[in-house]
């Protein structure tokens, strides 16, 4: 196994990855979870991927050389679609270069379609100085003090904490509000303290980020598995639980909501910064998750017509869904389109802003439930497949998610080379490693379009024997060597099995069978679609050829292919930073015409089709 690697760092973030040698800076850029700007689809034409290399080796493509000037190019200015690894780098990102950029919220004054204005405010109020004439009561010399944010009501807990806390701080301190509810008093000026925390709630996998609701930067980040998966590794089998065992959902609950409690711990202690100074926890996930966190029995779920409990947004106090920040937080959970599509659904909406384009466009969020939106007109379609877990590593036999250890890149040649992240010995295989390992067995021939895993005795006679060697009987089945036993971390060695490729085509076969037929729904064949968005947090990077070659996605050109990573935890940090994106939520929910696939009769001849992979080789 072939392992040659450069370091790359990226500035300012300081973010670091080791890629494989040729690699394209985009592709390493996504490997750190820094999505850029792509709207001509990597093709090298629009030239908004520009970052600049600080130092190392990195020769300008001819690309390059259209769009910079000579001093350009010798300043280091580079296209991340196009230039490739040659070396150790240092390479700088402008921030206008990130995808997120294009969406920015950005501080009131500076300018940008949407100004910060998040739920929750803080002001500094002198109200010993300020006091009007007349005896006021407590309540309304707040009121008139922080005009114009004004606040409509204040709850009994805080009434009851009210009287004491302004006159133990000489009627001197912060006012805290949230959605226009007075929430909190404190002492002296803590303006500066003002926290939310974004989480993306997936099947398999929990996302979170802390975010400064002053400046609407991050702070800090977390990523783990979502504890519920040893209950059951997809939500069918979470549903079953809630069904079957009269304390299935609350032990389903409890464990998620102590996952999310840990995340606010460990963001907290990472950001430094005390709990009680987090203010709004933000929820987006599958219909599933968001009910179960909420402690809300799912169970209807699992029977026709698959109502979900709720579809408008939910504003909770974060005491009592048991969420540990300030005593008086909130928590707010997205709005839901029906059935199985959800928030996270939604929240990919607000991150993508498809709504508001003119072109045709198909938005597919790769996961454990698979979201797929399609644009055409005036008409918003949403479906969601079961595709199981195999893109986030569950089910497979060597399988994990993208963390250090993991394979999540994949050549073949001569031999197989990979790349690892983290740069140490391979302990799996992530999702985006397991596409390109498949992709690739099928170009060389490998993998039958029907998924067998050929015999070494079947392929031809220039087959380099390294390749050759790989190719073992497992149980009676074919199985491929990653990597051997001195390879691997675990001193066992790694294997594809056959029924680990089953697994994939089940996956892969759910997502393009929901594509198909939404694209029939709408009149259109694939060749109208002018782009197709990725999304996903299994891997922020798929590469555009793999996923047409197994099939994955329809066959357009993979220049109209662009990726927005981890849509769902984008949108639930806007909404956290804006009123204005909540309410764009709840109308993006409304308008979305839910399409229910279990109750169509092409379903399943559908993905019987959609299972067998491609026999023509993916254009460009």
């Not at 390479?91 to 949407?114: A, D, M, R």
């Not at 607000?350 to 644009?375: C, H, P, Q, Y």
């Amino acid at each position: 196994m072939k392992r040659q690697e450069y370091k790359v760092v990226f500035e300012p973030s300081g973010r670091q990855v080791y890629v494989l040698a040729e690699s394209i800076l985009l592709e390493a850029a996504a490997q750190a979870g820094l999505i850029l700007q792509t709207p001509c689809g990597g093709t090298g034409k629009c030239g908004k991927c520009r970052v600049r290399v600080v130092s190392g080796q990195c020769k300008p493509s001819a690309a390059c050389l259209e769009v910079f000037s000579r001093q350009e190019i010798e300043n280091g200015f580079r296209l991340a679609c196009q230039a490739k690894a040659g070396g150790d780098l240092r390479i700088e990102i402008p921030v206008e270069s990130l995808f997120e950029s294009q969406q920015q919220i950005l501080v009131q004054g500076e300018g940008g379609k949407l100004p910060l204005q998040p739920a929750v405010g803080k002001y500094y109020v002198d109200l010993a100085k300020d006091a009007p004439d007349g005896a006021l009561s407590d309540v309304e010399r707040i009121r008139a003090a922080v005009r114009p944010a004004e606040f409509s009501s204040i709850s009994i807990a805080t009434m009851r904490l009210l009287p004491d806390a302004l006159r133990k701080n000489h009627f001197k301190g912060t006012v805290v509000l949230a959605d226009h509810e007075l929430i909190g008093f404190e002492p002296g000026d803590s303006t500066g303290r003002s926290f939310g925390i974004a989480i993306d709630l997936g099947t398999t996998t929990l996302v979170g980020t802390i975010i400064n609701l002053n400046t609407g930067m991050d702070v800090a980040v977390d990523a783990r598995v979502n504890p519920q998966t040893s209950y059951g590794d997809d939500v069918i089998s979470r549903l079953r639980l809630c069904r079957e065992d009269e304390k299935g959902l609350s032990r389903l609950q409890r464990v998620i909501i102590g996952a999310i409690n840990d995340i606010i711990d460990k963001l907290a202690s990472e950001a430094r910064i005390r709990r009680e100074d987090i203010y709004e926890v933000v929820l987006a996930g599958n219909t599933t998750m968001q009910q179960i966190a909420c402690g809300i029995d799912p169970s209807a779920l699992g029977e026709i017509p698959f109502v979900p409990a709720f579809t408008r947004a939910l504003e909770l106090s974060a005491s009592e869904m048991g969420l540990e920040i300030n005593a008086h937080g909130r928590v707010y959970v997205f709005p839901q389109i029906g059935g199985f599509v959800g928030g996270d659904t939604v929240a990919g909406l607000v991150a993508s802003r498809m709504a508001l384009s003119d072109e045709t466009i198909l938005f597919v969020d790769i996961g454990t439930n698979g979201e797929i939106v399609l644009k055409h007109g005036a008409c918003l379609m949403a479906a969601s497949v079961a595709a199981g877990p195999a893109f986030e590593g569950a089910r497979i036999s060597c399988g994990m998610r993208a963390t250090a250890g993991a394979i999540e890149k994949v050549i073949i040649n001569d031999d197989l080379s990979c790349n690892v992240i983290g740069n140490t010995r391979p302990v799996g295989l992530c999702g985006s490693g397991l596409i390109d390992l498949v992709a690739e067995l099928r170009r060389t021939g490998l993998v039958e379009s029907s998924g067998r895993i050929c015999a070494a005795s079947e392929l031809p006679a220039d087959t380099p024997a390294a390749i050759k060697r790989r190719l073992i009987e497992k149980e009676g089945q074919g199985a491929f060597v990653i990597a051997g036993k001195s390879e691997s971390a675990s001193g066992q060695p790694l294997l594809l099995t056959q029924k680990d490729v089953r697994e994939m085509q089940l996956a892969n076969g759910a997502i393009r069978s929901g594509i198909n037929i939404l694209l029939k729904m709408a009149g259109i064949n694939c060749t109208r679609l002018d782009s197709v968005l990725l999304a996903g947090g299994f891997g922020n990077f798929i590469r555009r050829n793999h996923a047409l070659r197994i099939g994955l996605l329809p066959p357009v050109p993979s220049g109209k292919i662009r990726f927005i990573g981890n849509a769902s935890l984008m949108g639930a940090r806007r909404a956290i930073l804006s009123v204005a994106e909540k309410e764009f939520a709840e109308k993006m929910a409304h308008e979305v015409r839910h399409i229910d696939l279990s109750l169509s009769p092409e379903f399943q001849a559908e993905f019987s089709d959609a299972i067998v992979f491609p026999e023509e080789e993916p254009h460009g």
